[in-house]
């Protein structure tokens, strides 16, 4: 094709109301979407930075990006230590109790050696009873109505 005839074709597609590419983006181009963008973003970092400082806090505190493994392993230390210190306190009272039900049962001489002193329980246990019951106090064959 020649040269006219492309020119030719131009003009009258411009005649007959076609626009040109320039003229359409002129109005994006000049459009303050080259501004709203970085401004959104902008908002979406600083509230997504308000909304974690709780969890900035406890990175920095622990040192570490997954504080929550950190912080479950520091509260089972101290349930460890609490339990111990649970235990010996409980081993403590014991021998305390253990010591005054010495005192009170008498002098360490009169107990054999190595035995712990009687609970009450034990005591009723090893008396010897002398009583003896008369006679059955029920009649199961009379209240159940056999022969």
């Known amino acids: 094709m020649d040269k006219n005839h492309t020119e030719r074709t131009d003009l009258e597609t411009r005649e007959a ?3 040109r590419p320039g003229d359409l983006m002129q109005n994006v181009s000049k459009s303050t979407l080259g501004r709203t963008i970085p401004i959104a973003i902008a908002v ?3 509230v997504i930075a308000l909304t974690s400082i709780g969890y900035i806090g406890l ?15 520091i509260a089972r230390q101290e349930d460890a230590k609490e339990k111990e ?7 403590a009272d014991a021998r305390a109790r253990e010591k005054e039900r010495a005192a009170a049962s008498g002098p360490a001489d009169r107990r054999p050696t190595g035995s712990r002193p009687a609970t009450p329980v034990e005591r009723r246990i090893s008396e010897v009873s002398t009583s003896r019951p008369a006679g059955p106090t029920i009649n199961l064959d009379a209240e159940l109505g056999l022969p």
């Open 59 to 73: 990175c920095i505190e622990h040192k570490t990006w997954f504080p929550k493994d950190k912080i479950r392993q």
């Open 85 to 91: 210190e649970a235990q010996k306190s409980a081993v």
């Open 44 to 46: 979406h970092l600083v």
């Open 17 to 19: 109301g076609a626009v």
